[in-house]
């Protein structure tokens, strides 16, 4: 029988076959990433063209000016979303480079275009693993921050529901912003302790983090607000580009914000297409036919701000990637035992 490897550090055979395993894991998920990551290219390649041939006929005469209004507020939207992402990992005790995660956002967000649904939540927690963030708060922070993101949206949503009610009112589709208070509700340490003291027993690992005050929490929810009124903004400006005055600037924008909720709650659907211009048009008070032509050309400008954000967001990483990594802890909150500090 071979003789057991030396359990003392430094001697021959120790750390060999566990350094190995980490870096055979490191190298598959380095394949996986890039095939996913060839794979959305893929997909939103095709969903452009696919969409684009829908609204061609029908935005030769929109607007050019409101277009290109619309497709700046639907960047700044997104781009929101990747800033409020800076706030979701202070409060789990991380502090990382604003700029760093708005990159790391974009380029994990074409994850949403490949069926499944778990892409974008796998992409962006990957990306910031890499980037120097602990595992268990790098994933457990993008799955905070699409909660907290769409419940601000649903907060927004509330706001603008009086103004949206009109003869026909929103219909009955409007019933999921009754999910609000229990969102609110979920976000409390009562409730998200025992899930995480769950998730230690069935994955078997420490998974050092800890639960963020639920103040901290709905701060974090209104932080997120920006980024829905850029996204509604956006297709408001594409309704006045292809049929002004056919309905009002309330009622639009709480339907962009309905259809961008009900697109996350179909989650095998990639980006929640389809589901999102059905609940537009219902929603948005505007005849079928230019509801479609709305919610389809608001689609492409979203799908143009990911690519864009991506290529960007993947350009700026490139560059920054001999900095190192650029994670500390964040002031007054508890840190996880293994983050590496560092400037930030």
């Excluded at 009622?251 to 929640?272: C, D, E, H, K, Y």
Aim: charged letters at 15%; hydrophobic letters at 55%; a positive charge.
């Amino acid at each position: 029988m071979d003789p057991l490897p030396d359990p003392r550090p430094g001697l021959p055979g120790v750390g060999a076959a566990p350094g190995g395993r980490k870096r055979l894991i490191a190298q598959v998920t380095t394949v996986v990433g890039i095939v996913i990551g060839l794979a959305a290219c893929v997909f939103v390649g095709n969903e452009l063209r696919s969409e684009w041939s829908r609204v061609e006929d029908s935005l030769r005469e929109a607007s050019p000016a409101w277009m290109f209004v619309g497709l700046v507020l639907c960047s700044a939207g997104m781009a929101f979303m990747g800033w409020g992402w800076t706030d979701v990992l202070r409060v789990l005790g991380v502090r990382v480079d604003r700029a760093r995660v708005v990159a790391w956002y974009f380029v994990g967000e074409l994850g949403k275009y490949v069926p499944g649904g778990v892409w974008p939540v796998l992409g962006r927690g990957e990306l910031a693993r890499r980037g120097g963030v602990p595992g268990p708060v790098a994933y457990a922070s993008t799955a905070l921050s699409l909660v907290t993101l769409y419940l601000a949206g649903m907060v927004v949503a509330v706001v603008l529901l009086p103004f949206a009610l009109g003869g026909q009112g929103p219909g009955a589709v409007a019933a999921v912003l009754a999910l609000l208070p229990f969102g609110l509700a979920a976000l409390h340490p009562r409730v998200l302790n025992p899930l995480l003291d769950l998730a230690r027993r069935l994955t078997r690992r420490p998974l050092a983090m800890e639960v963020p005050d639920w103040h901290d929490s709905v701060a974090v929810v209104l932080r997120y607000v920006p980024s829905w009124i850029g996204n509604a903004a956006g297709t408001v400006a594409v309704a006045q580009a292809v049929a002004p005055g056919e309905s009002g600037v309330a009622r639009i924008a709480f339907a962009a914000i309905l259809s961008w909720v009900a697109g996350l709650l179909a989650v095998p659907v990639p980006a929640g297409a389809g589901v999102r211009e059905t609940v537009f048009i219902a929603t948005s008070g505007l005849p079928s036919e230019l509801g479609a032509t709305v919610a389809v050309a608001a689609r492409v400008l979203f799908i143009i701000a990911d690519a864009g954000g991506a290529a960007l967001g993947a350009a700026y990483l490139r560059r920054v990637a001999r900095r190192g990594p650029v994670v500390g802890h964040a002031p007054g909150v508890s840190a996880p035992d293994d983050v590496p500090l560092g400037p930030a």
